[in-house]
């Protein structure tokens, strides 16, 4: 009795296994040497209009010339005058019929003057299973993973497998259902056979997988091949990736559908779903049962069936109290969660081989891989983006720009907008800041404000020389410009989440692209909040574009001043109080935070307090800087140049530094 | 202001259950609480307590908004805070001999469930459980208007 080789053992004779060639007028006779050992050969023959694994006699039994043409809930057989044997993918009966029989007697019982009760001994016949493409190969090894290689065993699935003489073919073309490039199962065989052909087109190259399999290939009319027809047994199978097209993105499918028990997606496949069972039954890894008595009528005699079920049956997870999944969607839920997810916890692979077969018999034209791709798309990797170089970075070096408009914020911030700009300026990112100077004034740190398409908005309260210098510029004047400089605020690590900026007074500027950001930009994220805390309401930066952003969609914001006057009929408080307004998953938000430093850790503890994980927090510091360029240490902050490894920090990378004293 | 009729407990409950100080509240203080008290409708404008007055009640706010304000000789009256849905205004009424502490107003059309100070302070005297619940939910609502007023107070925005 041959028996499979072990994956290792395979892998080793795969390595260093000679390729014959086999002549197209010869394959009987690999028929033959086989049939001679004591084997039944059962391989693909045409039986009501689809290929299907049976009993051969001789090769004239297989299916030369046909192909088939497969797509969702639709399967043809065409015949040409190509003398192809194996020019076809996947029927509709897996392997496992043979290694895991839809019907077998588990167990005989008798009831006489006493109970007894007999499990059957398995004998199964030898058998040489022949056209074993790729995937089914991976199906018989996860089988194996799951009968064999737990705490208990099938031993009638053992004897099977064990007498099961495994001659596989290469696939050398594919239907448009195949998709084992995406299951790393094919199109290439590698190991778990004994022999394995690739057809060409005058031939089979053939090439021995086991001892067994090398004993017969001995028996043979082969000789070498040629290069051209090993090459060519090569190029018709990397064909085949090709042709089966760009992979599915299945990185990580089984914790994305774990995510995604909730999907409405799964209710409205189950309104399509006619819960037939044809996916589980023509999947050659499914493996669910049921046992049934069969006795006389005199119960004297019985014997146990175990039958192929189907975990879409209406009663299959019934117990006598209920039934655990007693919606449609329930069912086809588990089906696809256990295929693709919760397989790994229990066997440590997928249960998904790619063989299409659930797609192409199924009635209704369900594809998982659309099903797969809806419910639990890949998450966008995120792309972290450089920070462009900054332009007449060292001190005393400047970039001269020119002042196209003026426009009073309040009694005491004016926001500049600036044009003629170095294009290093209009790539910066929000959070970042230029040092800005005029002659006889020392150069200011100022946050960019607004990215506009042919310049940058600097929004500046007077507060010293050099600022009531620049407030009082009139259009026209020439300003001298060093950035952009600083880190930026990281967007994409917001996407999916809930994208809140929380922002108080003059905070609000290095917050305003970020806002515009957001905004842009509003569904890739699951929400977006402005929360706006400033002094007085005549104290609020950006007022036309507050209103802008409260009368749209994209954007939920909030106002609300520390005092006000009788006429004021919005929010009076501090900004804090607003997080009141938080209904959602804190745990899923992604805060973007500015300020005075007091009302940052205001803000902080109040969004902690709330459940927002304190990696998920940003905050953008403010020190004494003379060079933006970490030169001057004016700016150091526990070991950190905030002009350099600032202005923007992630919280915990601050730690406890974060509103220290004296720091 | 109109009061309506409290013959739907159940409808008053469900208004607690979506306030931040009623929600927490064990069913029975919600219970007691929407029996002991009205539900209230204000209109937009509509003074509710001056400052100085004996403070009589105690209201949730469930929609709307209350402005408190101060007046401020020479600026006039300034609102100092808004009560937003879900908080407490007038909580003064929870101790016996005490004057509203600012003048509350809506600014909007407004709900509140008013309790009668007479009222509440009898309940909280008799009813240990109620004392027990209610007293820590006010205690932290003042809290929580301390920690807001202290930071207010910083003037963080001053230049």
């Known amino acids: 009795m041959i028996t499979s080789p072990a994956p290792s053992q395979t892998a080793t004779a795969t390595a260093t296994a000679r390729q014959w060639f086999l002549a197209r007028e010869d394959l009987g006779a690999l028929v033959e040497a086989i049939r001679a050992t004591g084997r039944t050969v059962i391989g693909p023959t045409i039986r009501e209009g689809a290929i299907v694994y049976d009993e051969i006699q001789t090769a004239a039994d297989l299916p030369t010339g046909w192909r088939d043409v497969q797509t969702a809930g639709r399967y043809r057989l065409e015949h040409d005058n190509d003398s192809r044997v194996f020019g076809y993918a996947v029927g509709p009966t897996p392997w496992k019929r043979f290694t895991f029989p839809p019907n077998l007697t588990i167990a005989a019982a008798h009831h006489t003057s006493t109970i007894g009760f007999e499990p059957p001994v398995p004998d199964p016949p030898p058998v040489a299973f022949l056209g074993v493409r790729a995937c089914e190969i991976a199906a018989l090894a996860i089988q194996d993973r799951v009968f064999l290689g737990g705490q208990f065993t099938d031993e009638d699935f053992r004897a099977r497998r064990s007498a099961a003489f495994i001659v596989a073919v290469q696939c050398t073309s594919c239907a448009s259902t195949c998709f084992c490039t995406s299951m790393g199962t094919g199109p290439e065989v590698h190991g778990g056979y004994d022999i394995v052909l690739t057809e060409i087109d005058d031939g089979f190259v053939i090439q021995a997988g086991s001892p067994g399999g090398a004993a017969i290939v001995a028996k043979l009319p082969t000789r070498q091949p040629s290069h051209a027809e090993a090459g060519a047994a090569v190029d018709n199978v990397e064909a085949v990736r090709t042709q089966m097209g760009q992979p599915l993105p299945m990185a990580g499918i089984a914790e994305r559908l774990k995510l995604q028990l909730d999907h409405p997606r799964w209710a409205q496949v189950a309104d399509r779903c006619v819960e037939c069972g044809n996916c589980t039954m023509s999947c050659p890894t499914c493996f669910c049962t049921s046992v049934v008595e069969k006795s006389g009528m005199d119960g004297r005699a019985s014997t146990t069936e175990r039958l192929w079920d189907s975990c879409f049956d209406v009663s299959f997870a019934k117990v006598a109290g209920g039934d655990f999944r007693a919606r449609p969607r329930d069912r086809y839920r588990q089906w696809l969660t256990h295929k693709f997810s919760t397989w790994w916890d229990q066997f440590g692979s997928s249960g998904c081989v790619g063989c299409g077969r659930c797609i192409t018999w199924c009635p209704v034209h369900i594809d998982v891989r659309e099903e797969l791709s809806a419910i639990a798309p890949p998450i966008p990797p995120v792309v972290r983006p450089v920070a462009v170089a900054p332009v007449a970075a060292s001190p005393g070096t400047y970039s001269i720009a020119r002042l196209a408009s003026v426009r009073p914020e309040t009694d005491d911030t004016t926001t500049l907008s600036l044009t003629d700009v170095d294009p290093a300026f209009l790539s910066g990112r929000p959070g970042q800041f230029v040092m800005i100077a005029l002659p006889a004034f020392p150069a200011v740190p100022i946050s960019i404000s607004r990215f506009r398409a042919n310049g940058i908005d600097l929004t500046i309260r007077a507060v010293g020389a050099t600022s009531t210098a620049l407030v009082n510029l009139h259009p026209g004047a020439k300003v001298g410009l060093r950035g952009p400089l600083g880190t930026f605020w990281p967007v994409e690590e917001a996407y999916g989440r809930h994208a809140v900026v929380v922002a108080g007074g003059v905070g609000l500027s290095p917050l305003h692209g970020l806002v515009d950001a957001l905004v842009a930009n509003h569904d890739r994220f699951e929400s977006v909040s402005l929360f706006y805390g400033s002094r007085t309401p005549e104290d609020m930066l950006f007022r036309d574009d507050l209103a802008a952003w409260s009368a749209g969609k994209s954007i939920d914001v909030a106002i609300t001043v520390d005092r006000a006057g009788p006429e004021w009929k919005g929010r009076v408080g501090v900004v804090t109080t607003l997080f009141d307004m938080i209904s959602w998953d804190c745990s899923k938000v992604t805060a973007f935070v500015v300020g005075p430093e007091r009302m940052m850790q205001a803000s902080v503890q109040g969004l902690i307090s709330k459940g927002v994980p304190a990696d998920k927090i940003c905050v953008s510091m403010e020190r004494h800087m003379e060079c933006g360029i970490g030169l001057c240490g004016h700016c150091q902050m526990a070991g950190r140049f905030v002009c350099k490894d600032g202005p923007v920090f992630r919280l915990d990378d601050l730690g406890d530094m974060f509103n220290r004293e004296g720091i | ?159």
């Open chain 2, 1 to 159: 202001m109109h009061a309506r009729a409290m013959d739907d407990y159940a409808s008053v409950i469900a208004m607690l259950n979506h306030t931040w100080f009623g929600a927490e509240l064990s069913p029975e203080t919600q219970e007691r609480l929407a029996r002991l008290g009205d539900i209230q409708d204000f209109e937009a404008d509509e003074v509710i307590l001056h400052e100085g007055d004996d403070a009589k009640e105690m209201g949730i706010l469930i929609r709307g908004r209350l402005a408190l304000r101060t007046f401020v000789p020479e600026r006039g009256p300034v609102t100092i805070l808004s009560v937003e849905p879900g908080d407490i205004f007038g909580w003064s009424a929870v101790l016996a001999d005490t004057q509203a502490q600012s003048t509350v107003v809506a600014t909007e059309s407004s709900q509140a469930l008013v309790i009668e100070g007479v009222k509440l302070r009898a309940a909280l005297k008799e009813d240990h459980a109620l004392a027990a619940s209610l007293y820590p939910r006010v205690l932290k609502a003042v809290a929580r208007r301390l920690r807001a007023t202290r930071l207010q107070l910083l003037d963080l925005f001053a230049r």
